[in-house]
Nanobody, 115 residues
Framework: QVQLVESGGGLVQPGGSLRLSCAASGSIFSINAMGWYRQAPGKQRELVAAITSGGSTNYADSVKGRFTISRSNAKNTVYLQMNSLKPEDTAVYYC?????????WGKGTLVTVSS
């Protein structure tokens, strides 16, 4: 089992920045990839960014150039730096881990971008 706990969400004005953190614990050995998803009201959950165990990253087109995913192996934590935030970035952000074909999810953290 892998446990994931997100933090760092909140209210921010358009153009502002936030950094989300996802702390992993439990059976974290051999996690293949970790990522951030988001779900806005009335919409399906979508991939925002992901990072593999080898360090490769990929991003949704809507966040390229604004968001950066990174990780600290020492802290078993994955980060999502979000800059130039827009109202359409408002959503619950979920951390995801993929291990041996199984997916694990955190409970999510709410990001609200509003003036």
């Amino acid at each position: 089992q892998v446990q994931l706990v997100e933090s760092g969400g909140g209210l921010v004005q358009p153009g502002g920045s936030l950094r989300l953190s996802c702390a992993a614990s439990g059976s974290i050995f051999s996690i293949n990839a970790m990522g951030w998803y988001r779900q806005a009201p009335g919409k399906q959950r979508e991939l925002v960014a992901a990072i593999t165990s080898g360090g490769s990253t990929n991003y949704a087109d809507s966040v390229k150039g604004r968001f950066t995913i990174s990780r600290s192996n020492a802290k078993n934590t994955v980060y999502l730096q979000m800059n130039s935030l827009k109202p359409e970035d408002t959503a619950v952000y979920y951390c995801n881990a993929l291990k041996w074909g199984m997916e694990y999810w955190g409970k999510g953290t709410l990001v609200t971008v509003s003036s």
